[in-house]
């Protein structure tokens, strides 16, 4: 496919998107972050699933599976430090999510990501539906206390402290921040808004992502047949290898076709001025954190864990885990529905992790 053609396609979508006045829904995965520096899952070679030999992983998704977690922490900690929101900037498609926003012609924004970086470039909370949660807040995988994301972050990066920056909650037991893990239930918004949603989809911009995990995968193919679908994404995906008439299929890097359409709409120098204005914002909230960073002292965050609950987690640990594992997995049957897949059945991760005597 031509250059050429790809340039007619955008101006074509961004011609009815203006004369139409339709709305735009995204459909985000980790592609559109990767710019920013941060991997995604699958590419090969740079993803994160090809780049966990230090962790030592029974096999790759066991860092985000609960069970796992529970027995072993420390790999889903170090993760969740790299990518907890404030690291990393928002990229050019990002901000482009915010224009869209300030001239009223956003729609929604599902997104599969967990940076957070939609929110730091702006884009106001009843747009975001985070499809698999995010670090705003936190649990006791336990005793399911809540904690915010700051308090986890304190505790995250106190490895001076007795817990070694591995969150742990006052009943001794781990906290995980509210990211949705394999076999876990999606947050309920998602459900609420895509029902809302799903038939007011005029113009639907699904963007790096390999469409595999499940249910979000699906979202895209449930749009009416009369809207005008764009994927871009470095390979076809989803139902768009079947496609529809009407598709856009964009074999791209996901910030060159933001900068692309954004001029097809008229708003090249809008977005040059927001990409300038939400860098530097992002650049002073970094600095503040650093700052947060080198002045934490061993400890200074782990007050409310006692001595006592400590003595305690060190001698019952082995049984008590047992115990609560199986109470939260009976809490998370009655809510999960559906869970999280990545084309494996909850059988299929069971069978493995039996196999690890875990
Ligand atoms: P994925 O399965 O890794 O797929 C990413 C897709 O994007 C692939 O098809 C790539 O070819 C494509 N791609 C990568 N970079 C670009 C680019 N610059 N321009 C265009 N296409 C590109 O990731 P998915 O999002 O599909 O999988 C869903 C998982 C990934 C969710 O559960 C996320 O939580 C999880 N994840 C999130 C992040 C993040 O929050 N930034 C990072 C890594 C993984």
New binding site residues.
């Given amino acids: 496919m031509t250059e050429d053609l790809h340039d007619r396609q955008i101006r074509s979508l961004a011609e009815s998107i203006l004369l139409k006045n339709y709305k735009v829904t995204f459909f985000l ?3 559109v ?3 920013s520096g ?6 090969p070679g740079t ?2 699933y090809d780049n966990l030999a230090q962790f030592n992983l029974p096999y790759a998704e066991a860092i985000f599976t609960l069970d796992y977690f529970k027995q072993n922490p420390e790999p889903f900690c170090v993760l969740a430090e790299e ?1 907890y929101p404030g690291n990393y900037r928002p990229t050019v498609f990002h901000c482009l999510l915010k224009l869209f926003e300030d001239k009223g012609i956003l729609q929604r924004v599902y997104t ?4 957070n970086l939609e929110r730091v470039a702006g884009v106001s909370d009843e747009f975001i539906v985070e499809a ?1 949660g995010s670090f705003a807040e936190a649990h006791c995988v336990s005793c399911r206390k809540s904690y915010t994301s700051q308090e986890v972050w304190n505790k995250l990066i106190d490895k001076a402290g007795s817990h070694k920056g591995i969150p742990h909650c006052s009943c001794g037991n781990y906290i995980k921040p509210d990211i949705v893990f394999f076999g876990e239930a999606l947050p309920q918004r998602l459900f609420n808004q895509w029902d809302e949603d799903v038939e007011d989809v005029d113009v639907a911009i699904v ?7 499940y249910p979000f995968a699906l979202l895209p193919s449930e749009v009416p047949r009369r809207t005008r679908r764009m994927l ?4 076809k ?1 989803g139902d768009f290898v079947k496609g529809r008439r009407t598709d856009i299929f964009i074999s ?4 060159t076709i933001a900068n692309k359409l954004a001029a097809a709409l008229g708003w090249e120098q809008d977005l040059k001025d927001l990409v300038e204005k939400v860098l530097e914002t992002h650049k002073e909230y970094k600095q503040k954190r650093k700052k947060e960073q080198d002045e934490v002292k061993p400890d200074d965050v782990t007050k409310e864990t006692t001595k006592e609950a400590d003595k305690t987690e060190a001698k019952q640990k082995p049984k008590q885990d047992k115990a609560e594992t199986k109470q939260a997995d009976e809490t998370n049957s009655k809510l999960d529905k559906p869970e999280l897949t990545d084309g494996k059945s909850s059988e299929e991760i069971e069978d493995k992790l039996s196999k690890l005597n875990l």
Avoid: K, M, W
């Fill in positions: 995965g980790a592609g972050s990767t710019a941060i991997p995604d899952f699958r590419s993803g994160i990518l599969q990501n967990i940076d698999h963007a790096g992502t390999s469409l595999t995990v871009v994404n470095y390979e995906v791209a890097d996901c910030d």
